[in-house]
């Protein structure tokens, strides 16, 4: 089964309302970004981590390297999250900023 991006969208903010309930977070307009930036924050470690330029942890290489994938998903969702609580297409605005870009036309 094949999901668009905005089934993602809508699954992650299913998922996202689930969080906020159970754990008492009121998802308000900063709320958005400033998740998106502690999740940010968690990729650098991760990556930091994964090229070997922060602790392991006694983790292992896979270990490492499934934190940095999770924490990408997480920097997703949030960008998913605040384009949906924006009312904003991220597909019409990905072929408008970047797709415009590539050449199309028959050589």
């Known amino acids: 089964m094949s999901r668009t991006l905005a089934d993602i969208q809508q699954d992650a903010e299913a998922v996202s309302r689930l969080y906020a309930r159970n754990c008492g ?3 308000n307009d900063d ?3 400033l998740k998106l930036q502690e999740e940010a924050g968690e ?16 983790e292992t290489r896979d270990a490492i390297r499934r934190q940095f994938e ?3 998903a997480d920097c997703m ?3 998913l999250l605040i ?3 924006n ?7 990905m072929e408008r900023k970047w797709f415009a870009y590539l ?5």
């Open 87 to 93: 009312g904003v297409d991220l597909e019409a605005a």
């Open 77 to 79: 969702a949030q960008i």
């Open 31 to 33: 709320w958005y970004v």
């Open 25 to 27: 977070i009121d998802r």
């Open 43 to 58: 990729l650098t470690s991760a990556y930091l981590r994964l090229t070997a330029r922060g602790r392991d942890k006694g």
């Open 103 to 107: 050449d199309t036309s028959p050589a």
């Open 70 to 72: 999770d924490e990408l």
């Open 83 to 85: 384009a949906e609580k």
